[in-house]
């Protein structure tokens, strides 16, 4: 008796040992009509994807992808011939087997030891049926617009299917425990926002209840997506959303922008590779972006993130670069009182910048032998033989040391603005306002505050003309 029980001991301590050791991944591969041919085990990381394992199929289309180490989870690809691929779950049980046939492998497609994952095939097939039934009401909606009985049926039967839609996403969260796939499909939860109601006698109440919505989900919006779940790094999601909040929803306004990046970097900060992630996001979406004075957001990230010490994946090298990079645009942002220049002129008497008195100052960096120069300064000429007596002045600095060149174009063009004369540059005009090329343009209001800059010459009426009407 005692032997068998020391034998049965021992058994169960042999199977926990293996159990211990069973580690990585084995996802064993059974794809009917397709043999003899590589097959690839990709990952989504942001909104690209990347090539993690590949292997032969036998000539009965089977295989194991296989490794010692655990695939850090998220939505995986199985990549076949002919850019077909299908999506498989990566979460905690990385041991199970999947088959499917060639040609129809969204349809056909099993899998044997991962419940999750037959749970995703069932929950994508329904979803996209669910879809196919709300673009069909919208559709009918917009081919009944003349007819207001229908409008009304559709719009009730539009307004069930999304109430439908929401019920079953929170019904597949319910069933699915906080494992992978209830946080993908959480994530896909629009913001509840709630009908407000403002108080009778209210000045544009429908103005008052948009502020109100507007700002409930520009609050709420991340509600349903954790920030500190390293797993949305390799799916879609993550990336998809930040760029929806900071494209669509965040007015493009620096001030606003700099106030909802202090947010999310306070709920990811302490995941390093989620708040790493979102700092290159960040970093790359406003460094890329052509809106103005957007590198004020710039600027930001690299004061707070980049040369603080937090951005542990980046060089030296990159370091001293961006900080070269960022200091050319301190003094030049907008809403920043601009550097005052004090220089000689055409006239042979020096001219300062704040000593104009006018609402608005177009600070003009221009060259008399550059090409664009050449297209530009006359139609700004254009503009200000217009404008000059309702209150706009030109301020031009020649940016070469060809005084010849500079007197000629001058007196050739009649250019009748103050035409600033700083060869040596003692001014540090280029430092101040970061000049690299020409023709460079900034326009500043009655106190010297900088309200645009790089603005095309073309763009420069309709913008004082739109700043005059909503902006004073």
């Given amino acids: 008796m005692k032997k068998s029980i020391v034998g049965l001991l021992f058994t169960l301590v042999s199977v926990q040992l293996f159990c211990q050791v069973k580690s990585g991944y084995d996802i064993s591969v059974m794809i009917s009509g397709l043999r003899d041919s590589t097959i690839y085990l990709a990952y989504h990381f942001g909104d690209k994807q990347y090539l993690r394992d590949s292997l032969v199929l036998d000539a009965k289309g089977t295989g194991i992808f296989k490794g010692t180490e655990v695939l850090p989870q998220g939505i ?5 011939p002919g850019r077909k691929y299908f999506e498989v779950l990566i979460s905690d049980d990385q041991q199970f087997g999947l088959s499917c046939t060639y040609k129809d492998f969204y349809n056909t497609l099993e899998f044997k030891g991962s419940d999750e994952n037959a749970y995703f095939i069932k929950y994508q097939k329904k979803w996209v049926s669910m879809q196919q039934e709300a673009s069909s009401i919208s559709r009918r909606l917009q081919a009944n617009k003349q007819n207001s009985d229908s409008l009304k049926l559709l719009a009730e039967k539009q307004k069930n299917q999304e109430q439908d839609m929401k019920l079953y996403l929170n019904g597949v969260i319910d ?5 992978l796939l209830s946080v993908l499909v959480k994530s896909m939860l629009p913001v509840n926002v709630p009908e407000f109601t403002v108080p009778a006698g209210t000045h544009n ?3 008052v209840k948009w502020l109100l919505k507007y700002n409930y989900n520009k609050d709420h919006f991340f509600d349903n997506l954790d920030l500190t779940d390293e797993r949305l790094l390799r799916t879609p999601i993550l990336q998809a959303r930040l760029n929806a909040f900071f494209t669509n929803v965040v007015m493009q306004s620096p001030d606003s922008i700099n106030r909802q990046i202090d947010k999310i970097i306070k709920k990811c900060e302490h995941d390093h590779k989620v708040f790493q992630y979102v700092s290159v996001f960040l970093f790359n979406h406003f460094r890329e972006s052509e809106i103005m004075g957007h590198d004020a957001v710039l600027v930001k990230l690299a004061d707070d993130i980049y040369l603080s010490g937090k951005a542990d994946w980046v060089t030296q090298d990159f370091k001293d670069k961006l900080s070269k990079d960022v200091e050319l645009l301190r003094y030049n942002l907008i809403g920043l009182k601009a550097q005052d220049l004090v220089m000689n002129s055409y006239r042979g008497v020096f001219v300062s910048l704040y000593d104009i ?5 177009i600070l003009y960096f221009w060259e008399p ?5 050449q297209v530009a300064t006359p139609k700004l000429k254009e503009y200000y033989d217009k404008k000059k007596d309702y209150s706009v002045e030109v301020f031009a600095v020649c940016t070469t ?17 103050i035409n600033g004369w700083d060869p040596d540059r003692a001014t540090h005009f280029d430092y101040y306002y970061n000049i ?8 500043l209001d009655r ?7 790089k603005l095309a010459v073309e763009d420069i009426a309709g913008f004082i003309d739109n700043y005059r009407k909503f902006f004073r």
Avoid: R
Wanted: aromatic fraction near 10%.
């Fill in 76 to 80: 995986y690809m199985i990549v076949l």
């Fill in 175 to 179: 069933e699915n425990h906080d494992n």
């Fill in 205 to 207: 109440p429908d103005s």
């Fill in 357 to 361: 008195e006018k609402d608005f100052t």
């Fill in 369 to 373: 032998n550059c090409g664009h120069c």
């Fill in 401 to 417: 040391n060809d005084k010849a060149a500079w007197s000629k174009y001058i007196e050739e063009h009649e250019l009748n603005w």
């Fill in 436 to 443: 690299q090329s020409t023709p460079i343009v900034y326009i």
């Fill in 447 to 453: 106190n010297k505050k900088i309200i645009a800059k």
